[in-house]
């Protein structure tokens, strides 16, 4: 395992022992097996880690689920409305669903009403959720899938109602509930009635 490695894991094991705000920079470096000052060396503040902790594990887990590439084309080819939509946010539930991902939306999302760097790592995750889905919805509409009356609305409205549906996933499965995989799914079958040019 490599230094960023071990200083991302050790971050996420004292987040998830004494929750975000009470790890130190010491406490990291301490679990690490490093000095403070060696820590210094590789990032200015525990901000700064959480920060590169996010696109770290974000970036690994993509490509360990296989979606580190988005091909708009290949994913029109040949599919309907419904096929295409699927894909795409059983895509970002599997990422959000990944245990290290997973652990770490736990940590950021209990911290992010007293945190300002877990509020902006939030952000920066629906904001990039929310220009792929435009991305992917001018794409809709251009090759005839969907008919959208304002293609930004609806992007957001599905990007933001996904990561509800997930957010709750989440809370069920971590409060020991269980899971309602039908959820996403009947979202999924409603909007493509509304806005599927061949579904209705």
């Not at 689920?65 to 040949?78: H, L, Q, Y």
Request: aromatic fraction near 8%; proline fraction near 0%.
């Amino acid at each position: 395992m490599d230094r960023k490695s071990e200083i991302v894991s050790a971050v996420m094991e004292l987040a998830s022992e004494k929750g975000l705000g009470s790890v130190s920079m010491q406490q990291i470096a301490d679990r690490v097996g490093i000095t403070k000052a060696s820590l210094y060396n590789h990032y200015s503040s525990k901000d700064e880690i959480v920060e590169a902790m996010y696109h770290y594990l974000r970036d690994n887990t993509k490509k360990s689920i296989g979606i580190d590439s988005f091909d708009v084309d290949r994913m029109m080819e040949n599919r309907s409305l419904r096929e295409i939509l699927s894909e795409t946010a059983d895509s970002y539930r599997r990422m959000c669903m990944d245990p290290q991902m997973f652990m770490f939306y736990k940590i950021i999302m209990s911290e992010r009403s007293i945190n300002k760097s877990a509020a902006e790592i939030m952000v920066s995750e629906t904001r990039t959720m929310i220009n792929a889905t435009k991305m992917l919805f001018y794409a809709l509409q251009v090759k005839g899938k969907a008919h959208f009356g304002n293609v930004d609305a609806a992007a957001f409205s599905f990007a933001m109602a996904i990561h509800s549906i997930i957010d709750y996933e989440c809370d069920l499965i971590h409060s020991g509930i269980g899971n309602d995989a039908n959820m996403l799914h009947g979202y999924i079958d409603e909007f493509c009635q509304i806005y599927g040019t061949q579904e209705k």
